[in-house]
């Protein structure tokens, strides 16, 4: 059983009787027709309706038929529509030309209708199963396309949950080791310090009772330097608990910056978090063979503590800073020492509160990106750090923690020569509400 076809035709044709003809024949097929009787009213016509098929005369006066198509092809909006020629010139070289111009078939004058008809449905059919195909690749590519980002989307996930999970368990490790042998120093230095108290105030009282000590005994005390010594033991016991008290700061620190992250969120204070990131990376912000120390500008507003998985934020701010602390380690690379002096490196974090969100704010005083580079920059594997210093997941994953995680935003602002700043927006909701 034959197909049912609809469509509109279009036939240009400067003869009536002719066009008479073709449309009695494509009418009583149930197809609709419309009619231009020159290559000018047709191309006028063309931009306000488009037809399904175009059955269209060589021979007209004005703009032909072969100019006619090819005006056809040239334009995006009517390049797709199939041709068919209605010609008297039936040789090989016309024939031939109509083809390279785009048309898709050929019928001879005079017409034949059943000819003229069964030729409009092949192409008619042809034209519909091509749109029904495009269509479908179409649907299938979108629907790849999905997949795909759903794909990179659950990997990022992944990577930043086992990445997460590993850093967690090997800084509380870390932490937990410290924290033993410094809590035994820490208690040791104080009763040392009282110890030494002690026999300090026993040498004294000696030299107090006995001043006239034997030779020996006076000469090993000027030559060891009893009275200097007497005094900066104890200033050097002060420095040695300090250090432990730095030592269990630090500690503190690894603990607060790698918390583990429950499937329930956490009230925690960013400034915590802010400051443990720091600590950690306080090393690689102090002056190197390449340049000075890297100033780190805290302008903390007040804000609340908010509910939020505050392992996940911590890692967000690390790769931030750590990307600000890159570009300035690169860039010193490739310029002179006095064009760093002229322009100290500097990185400002600003933080600050409205009723219903936090910002936070890191920016750097650094080379800044490109419009290209900025659109590319959360990429998934996107990268522009030399093999093996980047992953391309960093900004991917930060981007996934603040927006998907927290509900927030994650927005960048750079220009070229005038450094780079990104914009954290979290939501306050059901938190506590106490500036901190």
Request: aromatic letters at 4%.
């Amino acid at each position: 059983m034959d197909t049912v076809l609809t469509g509109l035709v279009l036939i240009v044709d400067d003869m009536p009787t002719n066009i008479e003809v073709v449309s009695e024949a494509l009418e009583t097929a149930g197809l609709e027709v419309a009619i231009a009787l020159s290559g000018e009213q047709a191309l006028e016509q063309l931009q306000y309706s488009r037809p399904d098929l175009i059955l269209l005369d060589v021979m007209m006066p004005g703009i032909n038929g072969f100019e006619v198509c090819q005006r056809l092809r040239q334009s995006p909006l009517t390049q797709h529509i199939p041709v068919i020629f209605m010609t008297a010139l039936a040789d090989t070289d016309n024939r031939v030309k109509g083809l390279e111009l785009g048309a898709v078939d050929y019928i001879t004058k005079p017409f034949e209708e059943r000819e003229v008809l069964a030729r409009v449905k092949i192409q008619l059919r042809l034209s519909q199963l091509t749109n029904q195909l495009e269509q479908q690749v179409q649907d299938r590519t979108q629907a790849l396309q999905q997949a795909l980002a759903q794909l990179q989307a659950s990997q990022v996930q992944l990577i930043q949950s086992e990445k997460m999970s590993a850093l967690g368990n090997l800084v509380a490790g870390v932490a937990h080791e410290i924290n033993n042998p410094v809590g035994f120093l820490h208690g040791s230095i104080d009763n040392a310090k009282d110890y030494i108290q002690d026999l300090l105030d026993y040498i004294a009282l000696y030299e107090e009772h006995h001043p006239d000590a034997a030779t020996l005994v006076q000469d090993k005390a000027a030559e060891i330097d009893l009275e200097f010594l007497s005094e900066d033991l104890l200033k050097l016991v002060g420095s040695m608990k300090k250090a432990c008290d730095r030592i269990e700061d630090i500690s503190t620190s690894l603990r607060t910056f790698s918390r583990a992250d429950t499937a329930c969120k956490l009230t925690a204070n960013l400034h915590e978090g802010l400051d443990s990131t720091l600590l950690i990376l306080k090393y690689r912000l102090k002056a190197n063979e390449y340049r000075s120390a890297i100033a780190v500008i805290q302008n903390y507003g007040e804000i609340p503590a908010i509910d939020c998985c505050p392992g996940q934020l911590n890692q967000v701010f690390m790769n931030l800073l750590a990307n600000a602390i890159d570009m300035f380690d690169e860039a010193a690379q490739q310029s002179s020492l006095a064009q760093l002096e002229d322009t100290p490196q500097q990185i400002t974090i600003q933080t600050a509160a409205t009723n219903t969100e936090v910002l936070i704010s890191i920016k750097d005083n650094g080379k800044g990106m490109s419009e290209e580079l900025k659109a590319k920059v959360f990429d998934h594997l996107f990268t522009t750090k030399a093999v093996g210093k980047g992953t391309g997941l960093g900004l991917a994953i930060a981007r996934q923690i603040v927006e998907e995680k927290h509900g927030g935003s994650l927005v960048l602002q750079s220009e070229l020569g005038r450094g780079t700043e990104f914009c954290i927006r979290l939501p306050i909701m059901d938190c506590a509400t106490d500036a901190v």
